[in-house]
């Protein structure tokens, strides 16, 4: 039989109640009492990164390999990367929570901005996206100046990407050509290599892809230069960054962002990952250097 509760039992009950509420107020005042995260706590979780498709499946995955361990072994948590089957998917996932951090041109950076109501965050870009520009190339004796484009079938890359259209787009209106009246056929590849392939195959008789990537394309042998050459290069624009979800822990926000600065070209290790995202170094960037590209947007017609 059960034995009823005496008065030094509920005496203790109370005093074990009254010590409990006494260590909730003072963790409370400490900051450091349990509650619902204003956002996400991700000590345990896995940081989920993503990048638009400007190069081919297996070229993205290669190239983040070495950079997800070591942001792993910085951040102290497991690092995944999520591929995209397009521009616009990289913005969605963004903009719903899907993905933590992504490798964005300029304008999908916009776009992003845009889907977020202005809350996401470009952290870094290399040194060379502070000057960035596009490459014209064509396979034909034919085409040597912009106005000898018109009549012609020209590819640009994805209709999202920065330096494969938008930017290509916004300087050939500079030089008085506009693509949709003015070509024989618009067509989009989907990424810079394949615009650098639709030009050599002879699907199309130029093309416009960004400059990292024709470098590379060239260094690598998989374009022939004697066949397909560059005939013009825009001006300098800014164009690729890492950007983060606004409402992700401030604190790993800090982490990431100095994760990428500490890249030294000076240490083997950090060399390697710096030359797969062709870049000299990661330096700090901002919002406001991708107005110019939001402006070039909205003249182009591409943003509403």
Not at 138 to 164: C, E, M, N, Q, Y
Not at 296 to 304: D, E, F, P
């Amino acid at each position: 039989m059960d034995r009823a509760p005496t008065v030094e039992d509920k005496e203790s009950t109370m005093m074990q109640l009254s010590m409990r509420r006494a260590l909730l107020r003072a963790l409370t005042a400490a900051g450091l009492a349990f509650a619902l995260p204003a956002s996400p706590v991700f000590a345990a979780d896995t940081l989920r990164v993503s990048a638009i498709p400007d190069e081919s499946p297996t070229e993205l995955q290669r190239k983040f390999e070495p950079l997800g361990k070591y942001l792993e072994q910085q951040l102290g948590m497991p690092v995944k990367f999520v591929p995209v089957t397009d521009y616009a998917a990289v913005v969605e996932a963004l903009g719903a929570g899907k993905v933590d951090l992504a490798w964005l041109g300029g304008f999908t950076y916009v776009q992003a901005k845009l889907r977020t109501n202005g809350t996401a965050v470009p952290l870094v870009q290399r040194e060379e996206d502070a000057r960035f520009t596009s490459k014209f190339i064509t396979a034909s004796d034919d085409i040597k100046t912009f106005a000898d484009l018109k009549g012609k079938r020209f590819a640009f890359g994805s209709p999202s990407s920065t330096s494969g259209h938008l930017m290509p787009r916004f300087f050939l209106g500079k030089e008085g050509i506009t693509p949709d009246t003015d070509f024989a056929n618009v067509a989009f590849s989907g990424a810079h290599d394949a615009t650098a392939a639709f030009v050599a195959a002879g699907k199309v008789d130029a093309g416009a892809l960004n400059a990292s990537v024709w470098d590379k394309l060239v260094a690598s042998g998989k374009v022939d230069t004697t066949k397909v050459r560059v005939f013009a290069t825009t001006p300098p624009y800014f164009d690729y960054n890492w950007t983060v979800r606004g409402d992700l822990d401030a604190g790993l926000q800090a982490k990431i962002k100095a994760a990428f600065l500490a890249l030294d070209p000076a240490n083997a290790e950090h060399k390697a990952i710096l030359d797969l995202q062709r870049a000299a170094r990661f330096i700090p960037t901002e919002p406001a250097n991708y107005d110019g590209i939001e402006s070039a947007a909205r003249a182009a017609g591409l943003l509403k």
